[in-house]
């Protein structure tokens, strides 16, 4: 894999991919492993602009030491690469369905099917037309959001992707919609031939948040409480321990899903130990 000027990680390349799905242009950062043979798997990673780098680097050192295979990296991102244009964006792709709790315009929300035909439908030709990797071996990595969208993306479109890593999803959302579309599933199928690994931080749940609030600078708790006003922290850690648990309950024969709580982690600091272990778990590297 050789880089181009355009591209702030060494050894990767950047391109512009538009789609008719979501009617927008999506960058996307694709970088590998050296001395990747022919026909290796791909991980695509959302939300390119916080987590690519981390993955990307993640994965490079694992399959540099021997605990996973070479791998191709691929980061899908936005043109606009403010946060701000990125959180508006990714509440347009990652949401079910519009939630007026959430920040940002519900207009702009629910745009996830039409996400997941772009990554389907779009990206993963595009990728093997222009790279040597093995067209049955893809995996997804979300995160938070993107995590429920991975979730959603399993429970509707599950021959996708071959292999799902989900952190500290947000199953909140929505609210909770996530839940009837796994009943959904559940109703009209008797498998779910998939890999996943779901993990969430140990305080994500309301007493995290005032473990957290605790602290603060007394500025710093009253901000935080005036936010817990407009939208109480729930616990996300039992929602994601329930909706494993309803998962396993179903007995799908070619389901391989992981579930572990992040001791002593919150929501921010979760995602690079999310990131190691999602890539251990769904490639077999020793744990």
Same mark, same amino acid.
């Given at each position: 894999m050789t880089g181009n000027d355009e591209a702030a990680l060494a050894n990767t390349q950047v391109h512009y991919l538009s789609s008719r799905h979501v009617a927008d242009e999506f960058r996307i950062i694709v970088g590998g492993c050296e001395d990747a043979p022919p026909g290796v798997?791909?991980?695509?990673?959302?939300?390119?602009?916080y987590f690519y780098g981390t993955a990307l680097e993640t994965v490079r050192l694992l399959a540099t030491s021997g605990h996973v295979k070479p791998l191709l990296v691929v980061g899908v991102g936005y043109r606009p690469v403010t946060m701000a244009d990125t959180t508006r964006l990714r509440q347009r792709d990652f949401s079910p369905v519009a939630d007026p709790r959430a920040e940002g315009d519900p207009a702009m929300m629910q745009g996830a099917n039409q996400f997941a035909a772009f990554l389907e439908e779009e990206l993963k030709p595009w990728i093997g037309d222009r790279f040597d990797v093995d067209r049955d071996d893809f995996g997804l990595l979300g995160?938070? +959001?993107?995590?429920?969208?991975?979730?959603?993306?399993?429970?509707?479109?599950?021959?996708?992707? +071959?292999?799902y890593g989900i952190g500290s999803p947000s199953y909140w959302y929505g609210p909770k919609v996530i839940f009837e579309t796994e009943q959904s599933y559940a109703n009209s199928h008797d498998d779910l031939p998939a890999r996943a690994y779901v993990s969430i931080g140990e305080y994500e =749940?309301? *007493?995290? =948040?005032?473990?957290?609030?605790? +602290?603060?600078?007394?500025? *710093?708790?009253?901000?935080?409480?005036?936010?817990?006003?407009?939208?109480?922290?729930?616990? !996300?850690?039992?929602? *994601?321990?329930?909706?494993? =648990?309803?998962?396993?309950?179903?007995?799908?024969?070619?389901? =391989?899903?992981?579930? !572990?709580?992040?001791?002593?982690?919150?929501?921010?600091t979760a995602p690079p130990l999310t990131i190691s272990r999602a890539v251990r778990h769904l490639y077999d590297a020793p744990n």
């Open positions: 798997g791909v991980l695509v990673v959302l939300d390119a602009f995160y938070s +959001q993107g995590g429920l969208f991975a979730t959603h993306l399993l429970l509707t479109r599950p021959s996708a992707f +071959q292999r =749940d309301p *007493a995290g =948040d005032d473990r957290h609030r605790a +602290q603060m600078t007394p500025e *710093a708790r009253a901000a935080s409480l005036r936010a817990e006003a407009e939208l109480p922290m729930e616990d !996300e850690v039992g929602y *994601a321990r329930d909706l494993v =648990d309803r998962l396993r309950s179903r007995g799908y024969p070619h389901l =391989d899903i992981t579930f !572990e709580v992040l001791a002593g982690e919150y929501h921010p």
